[in-house]
C-alpha cells in the first residue's frame, strides 16, 4: 500500500473530518463547525498553543486589573489576534509541508522558512506592542502614586 494511500485512509478516519454536504447545516453552521474542529485539531497537535493560551489568560487579567481603556482594550486585543493567527497559519503551512515531505521541490521547502521568518517578525511586534501598552500604564499608575 503507498503511503499517499495510508494517508488518505488516516485522514478518512480522522475526528476532524470535514461532515459530509447532506447534513442539513446552513452555510455558516458548517463553516462554523469547521473552524471549531480547526481550533481543537490546531490544539491537540500544537503544544505551543497552551502556552499562548495560558499567556493571553495572564495578559488580559493583567490589563483587567491596569484597567486599561476602550483604544488600549482594542490594540491590546489586535495584538493576541495576530500572534495567535501567526501561530495557527505557521503550524498549518508546517503541517501541510510536512506531510508532502521529500516531494516538495527544493524552493518550496524555502517557502517555511521564510514564512517563519514572517511569523517570528509578527510575534516580535506583537510582543512589543504589548509590553509597550502594558508597561507605559505601568509606570502611569508608579507615576500617578508618587
Same mark, same amino acid.
Given at each position: 500500500?503507498?503511503?499517499?494511500?495510508?494517508?488518505?485512509?488516516? @485522514?478518512?478516519? %480522522?475526528?476532524?473530518? =470535514? $461532515? /459530509?454536504? /447532506?447534513?442539513?447545516? /446552513?452555510?455558516? *453552521? +458548517? *463553516?462554523?463547525?469547521?473552524?471549531?474542529?480547526?481550533?481543537?485539531?490546531?490544539? *491537540?497537535?500544537?503544544? %505551543?498553543? !497552551? !502556552?499562548?493560551? !495560558?499567556?493571553?489568560? &495572564?495578559? @488580559?487579567? =493583567?490589563?483587567? =486589573?491596569?484597567?486599561?481603556?476602550?483604544?488600549?482594550?482594542? =490594540?491590546?486585543?489586535?495584538?493576541?489576534?495576530?500572534?495567535?493567527? /501567526?501561530?495557527?497559519?505557521? !503550524?498549518? &503551512?508546517? +503541517?501541510?509541508?510536512?506531510?508532502?515531505?521529500?516531494? &516538495? $521541490?527544493?524552493?518550496?521547502?524555502?517557502?517555511? +522558512?521564510?514564512?517563519?521568518?514572517?511569523?517570528?517578525?509578527?510575534?516580535?511586534?506583537?510582543?512589543?506592542?504589548?509590553?509597550?501598552?502594558?508597561?507605559? +500604564?505601568?509606570?502611569?499608575?508608579?507615576?500617578?502614586?508618587?
Amino acid at each position: 500500500m503507498s503511503t499517499n494511500q495510508q494517508l488518505l485512509e488516516q @485522514l478518512e478516519e %480522522s475526528a476532524w473530518k =470535514v $461532515p /459530509s454536504e /447532506s447534513d442539513g447545516r /446552513s452555510p455558516w *453552521r +458548517k *463553516r462554523l463547525a469547521e473552524t471549531e474542529r480547526g481550533f481543537t485539531a490546531c490544539f *491537540r497537535a500544537n503544544s %505551543s498553543m !497552551f !502556552f499562548y493560551f !495560558f499567556s493571553t489568560c &495572564i495578559l @488580559l487579567s =493583567v490589563a483587567f =486589573v491596569l484597567g486599561l481603556n476602550g483604544l488600549e482594550w482594542a =490594540v491590546l486585543v489586535l495584538a493576541i489576534t495576530a500572534a495567535l493567527c /501567526s501561530e495557527v497559519l505557521h !503550524f498549518s &503551512i508546517h +503541517k501541510i509541508l510536512e506531510e508532502a515531505g521529500d516531494h &516538495i $521541490p527544493h524552493n518550496i521547502s524555502q517557502l517555511l +522558512k521564510m514564512t517563519r521568518a514572517a511569523f517570528m517578525l509578527l510575534l516580535a511586534g506583537s510582543t512589543l506592542t504589548i509590553t509597550i501598552l502594558l508597561g507605559s +500604564k505601568c509606570i502611569e499608575l508608579y507615576m500617578h502614586n508618587f
